[in-house]
Antibody, heavy 114, light 106 residues
Framework: VLLQESGPGLVRPSETLSLTCTVS????????WSWIRQTPGKGLEWIGY???????NYNPSLMGRVTQSLDTSNNHFSLRLASVTAADTGLYYC?????????WGQGTWVTVSS | IQMTQSPSSLSASVGDTVTITCQAS??????LNWFQHKPGKAPKLLIY???KLETGVPSRFRGRGSGTHFTFTITSLQPEDVATFYC?????????FGGGTKVELK
């Protein structure tokens, strides 16, 4: 199972961060899929997951700003984080699993700066 | 749930036994995972359910504990084990991680 994150490496403050995770070796309709980030201020932080049916669960610390979704036609899933600030700068990972992520992508660095 | 991991870093020689501890702020039964992370690579799940070895992981990695206190041990440290190791609780959402332990060679 391989996961690969993609998206802009630079986002302006107050705008929306958008990332995509492309999955190979598994179908996104057969598991749960998570986003996790590593920021200088908070270490590793679970952002949320989207289930095989499209249901979602988000970290309360980010509630209201996060949206995750599936694209079954392309076997990928996505993250949108609205109203970003410098505190959202960090390494963003996608992973398979809800609470025990067993396969992760290598991560993509996102900088929030004007 | 807060996860407190110690030490934050350690230095050991090849062949040494290394132990990392992880304390949960409340009872998480055995819902505890350990990950290995090397720079530029995807984090790797080593142990789940506190003591179950993920498929393909060498047996020199061992996890123990239940409730709030957990340990992770590497017996006979190898050069390829240089990495940062994290504990993570999977009992309650949101899953939360320890601060990490950076393992280096002397």
């Amino acid at each position: 199972v391989l996961l690969q994150e993609s998206g802009p490496g630079l986002v302006r403050p107050s705008e929306t961060l958008s990332l995509t995770c492309t999955v190979s070796g598994d179908s996104i309709t057969s598991n749960h899929w998570s986003w996790i980030r590593q920021t200088p201020g908070k270490g590793l932080e679970w952002i949320g997951y989207v289930s095989f049916s499209g249901g979602t669960n988000y970290n309360p610390s980010l509630m209201g700003r996060v949206t995750q979704s599936l694209d079954t036609s392309n076997n990928h899933f996505s993250l949108r984080l609205a109203s970003v600030t410098a505190a959202d700068t960090g390494l963003y990972y996608c992973a398979r699993g809800k609470a025990t992520p067993d396969f992760w992508g290598q991560g993509t660095w996102v900088t929030v700066s004007s | 749930i807060q996860m407190t991991q110690s030490p934050s870093s350690l230095s050991a020689s090849v062949g040494d036994t290394v132990t990392i501890t992880c304390q949960a702020s409340q009872d998480i039964i055995t819902s505890l995972n350990w990950f290995q992370h090397k720079p530029g690579k995807a984090p790797k799940l080593l142990i789940y359910g506190a003591s179950k070895l993920e498929t393909g992981v060498p047996s020199r990695f061992r996890g123990r504990g239940s409730g709030t206190h957990f340990t992770f041990t590497i017996t006979s440290l190898q050069p390829e084990d240089v990495a940062t190791f994290y504990c993570q609780q999977s009992d309650n959402l949101p899953p939360t991680f320890g601060g990490g332990t950076k393992v280096e060679l002397k």
